[in-house]
């Protein structure tokens, strides 16, 4: 079992910047790649950013790609999501996720209960 805790979240500008948190415990973290995904009211939980066991592979959902940038401390058990100029449409519940590497719900294992992240127009 591997318990995930978000934090972070609030309240921002359009154009500002936010880091979101998530500490793991349980289970080895450096045993799972981590992800993390978003989830805005009315729609479907989305993939936005993954990295791998070690740090070193990283993927971006295009519609953050070159604005959030994901990384992760293994010796804190604790991977990062910072997120930079962002949009209205950022606006949304962010949750971390640890499994398998990839851009799919079904390929992590463990979540964590979300932080939220709201963007001011």
């Known amino acids: 079992q591997v318990q995930l805790v978000e934090s972070g979240g609030g309240l921002v500008q359009t154009g500002g910047s936010l880091r979101i948190f998530c500490a793991a415990s349980?289970?080895?973290?450096?045993?799972?790649?981590m992800g993390w995904f978003r989830q805005a009211p009315g729609k479907e939980r989305e993939f936005v950013a993954a990295i791998s066991r070690s740090g070193e592979g990283t993927a971006y959902a295009d519609s953050v790609k070159g604005r959030v940038t994901i990384s992760r401390d293994n010796a804190k058990n604790t991977v990062y999501l910072q997120m930079n100029s962002l949009k209205p449409e950022d606006t949304a519940v962010y949750y971390c996720?640890?499994?398998?590497?990839?851009?799919?719900?079904?390929?992590?294992?463990?979540w964590g209960q979300g932080t939220q992240v709201t963007v001011s127009s």
């Open positions: 349980g289970r080895t973290f450096s045993d799972y790649a």
């Open positions: 996720a640890a499994g398998q590497l990839g851009v799919h719900i079904s390929q992590y294992h463990y």
